[in-house]
């Protein structure tokens, strides 16, 4: 955990501007095994100070790579300097935000570092599970991903607070071939937020996982094409957490609001079906730790869950501070920088539609002809809603029953228009934390979704 160098620092800040000074640190890990060799083995770090000042609307930054009480001498007389160049030579003259509370919130998170030797053990460990069970695979790789953000944060007018967020994943991949040649590839993600010893203590309860992962390969291995046109579905919670993060929650982004998006005349209309309600959520669901949680953002604004869609009317947007104060709502704790020397924009936290009433067997059998889209490897949006998104793992439905697994393929439409399709929605909401968002910058972002049965257009062969 880094050091608190800066409590001292507020007294630097400049009177009638709204101040923050951030200090943070950047882990990562990685480890890769591909068929039992070892191809990567690396650890970095990156450390430094940023401030930003909000001078009658106008911001000047500063970041340096260098974790030291001058370096935050120099950032902050930086910053302010260029806040008050560039408002001699812009017309902007805002009334700054309103202060939503101060105070410190103390430490939240902890990192623990572990040998690098055990980190290779565990992925060993794994990696012979594979090799030693299914010898008929024609590949497998194992991966160990580490990254952490510990933040220490102070502001003018906001809270002061240390946050800290780790996690770390191992990926097992495997592939085989179909008896035509085509190579037909799946993974999983196993770990989330924490530390090593949080999530690898006991590698025994990922073996089901590891399993099933085989099982839906092999099922893959005898697959068909899905027949293309405008379908009912079930999607399944990871393609319904996509939805929710690239189709629907970078729409309403209230700086992507700002650009243009189709959120923007959508306010308080009906975007989905009733049955559709969607949350940003901070660091608590459903009475229990968010999968990535947050508890302050890089204004220095506590963070809470942003009700985006209820009942099917776009209710709310996410917001930095001077959004909120533009669209008169509450600001939640949404704008996050990925590393020092990059400012804070507005970002997702867990994003997630909520669950329904029926069982995904209900939502299954209720279908005589169509398709089961159970995993996403990639997908892309744009500001009208309009999606495309890759499907790696898939089943037939035929008479309320799954049949043969599908072959990669697509889904696309527009976002708020297949949401008014849904008519059913488990009641259960799986999640993924593993991805980045790629919004300018990275960022470490976790969605959620329950099954939900709707129309969709798939792409065939």
Known sequence: MIQDLFSSKKSLFADGVQTVLRAQENRNRRVVLLKGNMVQNSRSASRGISARVNNKGTLGFASVADYSAEAADMVLKAATENAMFLSKHSNRNVQLPASIGTGNLGVKGEIVDVEQKLIIEACQTIDNYVATKYPDLTSRTVVYTEDSQDKIIYTSDAHDGHMIIPRCYIYVMMSSETK????????????????????????????????????????????VYAEAGYKTVVLGGMMGGMLAHEAVGHTVEADLVKAGSVAGPSLNKEVASNLVNMVDFANVYEGKQAPLPVYVDDEGTEANDAVLIKDGILTGYMNDRETAEEYNMAPNGNARGWGFADEPIIRMRNTCILPGKNTVDELIASVEDGYYLVESGNGQADLTGEFMFGVTCGYEIKNGKLGKALLDTTVSGVAFDMLKTVDMISNEVEWSSSGFCGKKQPMAVSMGGPHMRCKIMIGGR
């Open 180 to 223: 035509d040649g085509v190579p037909v590839e799946l993974f999983k993600a196993l770990g989330g937020y924490g530390s090593f010893y949080d999530n690898f203590g006991n590698l025994d309860k990922y073996y089901p996982d590891i399993d099933a992962l085989y099982k839906r390969v092999m099922d893959k291995k005898e697959g």
